[in-house]
């Protein structure tokens, strides 16, 4: 039988829908800051929607569009005029940046108090703890889809294929906060296939089309992919071979509309806490 479908439209639309209640019953007025540097197009609509999910939330978009020559020093700068702003509540800088900045002297830049991707080093430092103020959007977002599934990862073996500091590591610290078993698979992982077979929860974010297949996938595991790739025609596509997984697995996300528009919807939520940080 074929897997569930976990509808990440649906559910990101809930939390939108929830932070948009929270801004108007409060009469809140808040601000994210979206800088983005140079002309890359994939980032273009990732602010774009970015942009479209704030206006649905009451809250006002400040886009900063810097060209590609701009220095580090210009964009810190910038970063702490931000920081020093009232109306703006959270700041955002679109990855990836040019190769000529330094992306770790922009996160530790950013006020934690409105770091709301959740990359500075102290905010990093508390979602190791468990303490968090902000959670990193795209494994937040993941662990509020399962939760909107009623699925308990406590005992379970999870296994996230990817390391990065954005994705794969927050995503099995997430888990390991849930009392998963967790195994974090990468590059240099011999015999992949054998340990993302063992997962009841798989999450993959590595950027390779077609990197899981129906055979490293436990019957009735959760499926998750994070991946966003373009397949050989251009389409969108994820890291899950998702025609072959889906008759494998019991719950499987789509890409497009699985965890691309849980991210955004979990950056609206940060923004509301950096707001509520503010107040206090
Ligand atoms: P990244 O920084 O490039 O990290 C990729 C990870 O995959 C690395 O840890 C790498 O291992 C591992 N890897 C590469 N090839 C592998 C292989 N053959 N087998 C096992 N592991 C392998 O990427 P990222 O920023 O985490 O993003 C991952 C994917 O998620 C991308 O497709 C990205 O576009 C997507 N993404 C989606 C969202 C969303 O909202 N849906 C948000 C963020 C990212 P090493 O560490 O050993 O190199």
């Known amino acids: 039988m074929a897997a569930k479908l976990i509808d990440g439209k649906a559910i990101s639309a809930k939390v939108k829908e929830e932070v948009r209640d929270e801004i108007k019953q409060g009469n809140l007025k808040i601000g994210l800051a979206v800088i983005i540097v140079g002309d890359d197009g994939a980032s273009r609509i990732y602010v774009n929607n970015k942009k479209k999910a704030c206006e ?54 950013i006020s ?39 699925i308990d990862v406590c005992g379970k073996e999870c ?14 610290l997430l888990l390991l ?13 011999k015999n992949l296939a054998e340990v993302t077979a063992r997962a009841d929860v798989l999450v993959s974010a590595v950027g390779k089309v077609g990197l899981v297949t129906a055979d490293m996938v436990k019957p009735g595991a ?3 992919d994070v991946g966003m790739n373009r397949d050989e025609d251009g389409k969108l596509c994820g890291d899950v071979a998702f025609d072959e997984v889906k008759e494998v697995a019991s719950l499987i996300t789509p890409v497009p509309g699985g965890v691309g528009p849980m991210t955004i919807a979990m950056l609206m939520k940060n923004v509301l806490t950096a707001k509520k940080l503010e107040q206090k």
């Open 56 to 109: 649905f939330c009451g809250i006002n978009s400040f886009e900063y569009a810097l060209p590609e020559h701009t220095s580090e020093a210009e964009l810190i700068s910038l970063i702490d005029k931000l920081n020093n702003d009232a109306a703006v509540n959270g700041i955002l800088v679109q990855q990836p940046l040019p190769k000529h900045i330094n992306q770790s002297v922009v996160n530790a830049a």
């Open 112 to 150: 934690p108090n409105k770091d709301v991707d959740a990359f500075h080093s102290e905010n990093v430092g508390h979602i190791v703890g468990g303490d968090f103020k902000f959670l990193p959007c795209t494994p937040a977002g993941v662990m509020r889809m399962l939760e909107a599934e009623n």
């Open 159 to 172: 296994v996230v294929i990817g390391r990065s500091d954005i994705v794969g590591k927050p995503m099995a």
């Open 177 to 189: 906060h849930k009392h998963a078993t967790v195994m974090i698979c990468h590059s240099r992982t």
């Open 222 to 224: 959760v499926v998750i």
